[in-house]
């Protein structure tokens, strides 16, 4: 019998985000990600769609490098259907950044019963020539310019920081009021337009971000050289702070921290350490064979393996010293300066 699974007992918001996560990664690896935007740039690239009121992870994919498609969809488009087709006809809007909006993924997101709200880069096809042109030059504090198509999508430009565009199957253009911090106006504060479209990108984008915040507290830190470990760690990260978030949903109250710890101490209940004779460590030789034959270092065909030193590796000292190099007639794995002529020059090459 098959257990149930967190979509299948979850119930999320009107709103949901999609975004992606980076789990740290530095080793070789054909699809090893860099994102020079992300607090560490190089590691796997996971796609995540979150519930964006609380950051709960509902479905992630991870990216194993580039996959062509047969229905005509672009990589973006085909990977949000992927990630919001259990979600269909649910009236629900998925918020999205410039990298994943287009005209033609927000129209079948439409006809599949699915809002769209997000930014949009300037050259999509389909957008209104003065947005692909560049011909809107507005200054900050100018007044938004809006565009409709049809009765179901329409886009903003609109000067904040910086120009930005907005593409949407669920804003109108509605204005709002909103009170933003300002060295010169009196106060501290003034009161700026804002359109609505804006408004909900900025509110109901940050899902998979809260969702990367916790699972950062208490990253595994260990450095990893297998791909798969990180997917591993990734996929405990994402199973814990969800049961957090459910947790605290639930009208419990307790630390990130302690409930850790309490998860813990439930899979080791019961829990009784089998007793086993560890493996002996290679007695010290007796005979003097070791310093009269003769001897030739060599190193271990997997490059990855890396053996405590027999000679200045000692775990009980918190001394941990491991190689690639050992005695090929000896057998014994030791560094090959100086330990190498050490053990093969003193009785007592421990002293």
Known sequence: MSQPTYLEHFLPGGYLSIDESLAPFKGRISYRQYIPNKPRKWGIKFWMLCDA??????????????????????????????????????????????????????????????????????????????????????????????????????????????????????????????????????????????????????????????????????????????????????????????AYIAFRMAGHKMSTRDFRCRVIEGLLNGYRASRYRRTPSPPIADNEARLTERHFPAEFEDRQHRPDCYVCSDRRRGRRRQTRTYCRQCGLAMCCIPCFEIYHTRKDFRS
């Open 53 to 242: 009121q609380t950051g709960f992870c509902l479905r992630w994919r991870q990216y194993v490098g580039a996959e062509g498609q047969d229905n005509g969809d672009s990589a973006t488009e085909a990977l949000v259907k992927q990630l919001t087709e259990p979600f269909y006809n649910t009236d629900r809007v998925i918020v999205m950044d410039n990298y994943y909006s287009s005209v033609k993924l927000y129209e079948d997101l439409s006809r599949n019963g699915l809002g769209a709200c997000g930014t949009v880069r300037s050259n999509r096809r389909g957008l209104p020539e003065e947005i692909r042109r560049g011909g809107l030059h507005l200054a900050k504090g100018d007044d938004p310019v809006f565009f409709a198509k049809g009765r179901e999508m329409s886009a903003v430009t609109w000067h904040d920081v910086k120009l930005v565009n907005v593409l949407s199957t669920v804003s109108s253009n509605d204005l709002k009021q909103k009170q933003i911090r300002s060295k010169n106006a009196e106060g501290g504060r003034r009161t700026i337009q804002k359109p609505a479209t804006v408004d909900v990108y900025n509110r109901f984008m940050n899902g998979v971000d809260k969702m990367d915040q916790r699972m950062s507290y208490y990253r595994y830190p260990h450095k990893k050289i297998k791909g798969y470990r990180v997917t591993y760690h990734f996929t405990m990260e994402v199973a814990l702070v969800n």
